[in-house]
T-cell receptor
Framework: DAGITQSPRHKVTETGTPVTLRCHQTENHRYMYWYRQDPGHGLRLIHYSYGVKDTDKGEVSDGYSVSRSKTEDFLLTLESATSSQTSVYFC?????????????FGSGTRLTVV | DQQVKQNSPSLSVQEGRISILNCDYTNSMFDYFLWYKKYPAEGPTFLISISSIKDKNEDGRFTVFLNKSAKHLSLHIVPSQPGDSAVYFCAAPVNQAGTALIFGKGTTLSVSS
């Protein structure tokens, strides 16, 4: 594995509660990304980071916030979880800005909002 | 508005035959394209890429073809093996700065023995 760990792997939470997913890397890569995967939608970018405290929004960022206080950790927070945020969340890392080598994904977090 | 489209949700192929997965795109400024493979309960893994200045890239059993005039790329797997059964995503950089990738919806390939 490329040294990328997502936690938790599975989580069930109630509507309206805050949830934080963690992505941890040991590769010292500058770029980190959060995607969600849903049936019929493929992989959609939520937020990404291009350095410590440097983040930007992706195509489905509403309802999500991120933080990156150190190189190795990228946190995704659902401020008030909704059923539409039930999904599988993937973190990815990249040493350089995206190139034709792509980037490396974690194993995912399956989140269920009931 | 999808910039990268995979119009076939699924494909079934017999072992030993060729699998062809297709992807269409709308932005002629993409510099490169990538294919990822995903098994259940795992993260996607990089498979193969192609630069926009090429029309073909080959890696073992996997070949990607790019037709820029048609804005179309395809992934050929020859011969197909049961272990190739997975979801395949095509991807492209979301902008010219290459800050992130955008993905198609994916095609589920089933290879039967």
């Amino acid at each position: 594995d490329a040294g990328i760990t997502q936690s938790p792997r599975h989580k069930v939470t109630e509507t309206g509660t805050p949830v934080t997913l963690r992505c941890h890397q040991t590769e010292n890569h500058r770029y980190m990304y959060w995607y969600r995967q849903d049936p019929g939608h493929g992989l959609r970018l939520i937020h990404y980071s291009y350095g410590v405290k440097d983040t930007d929004k992706g195509e489905v960022s509403d309802g999500y916030s991120v933080s990156r206080s150190k190189t190795e950790d990228f946190l995704l927070t659902l401020e008030s979880a909704t059923s539409s945020q039930t999904s599988v969340y993937f973190c990815a890392i990249s040493e350089i800005q995206v190139s034709n080598y792509g980037y490396t994904f974690g194993s995912g977090t399956r989140l269920t909002v009931v | 508005d999808q910039q990268v489209k995979q119009n076939s949700p699924s494909l079934s192929v017999q072992e030993g035959r060729i699998s062809i997965l297709n992807c269409d795109y709308t932005n002629s400024m993409f510099d490169y394209f990538l294919w990822y493979k995903k098994y259940p309960a795992e993260g996607p893994t990089f498979l193969i890429s192609i630069s926009s200045i090429k029309d073909k890239n080959e890696d073992g059993r996997f070949t990607v073809f790019l037709n820029k005039s048609a804005k179309h790329l395809s992934l050929h797997i020859v011969p197909s093996q049961p272990g190739d059964s997975a979801v395949y995503f095509c991807a492209a950089p979301v902008n010219q700065a290459g800050t992130a990738l955008i993905f198609g919806k994916g095609t589920t390939l089933s290879v039967s023995s």
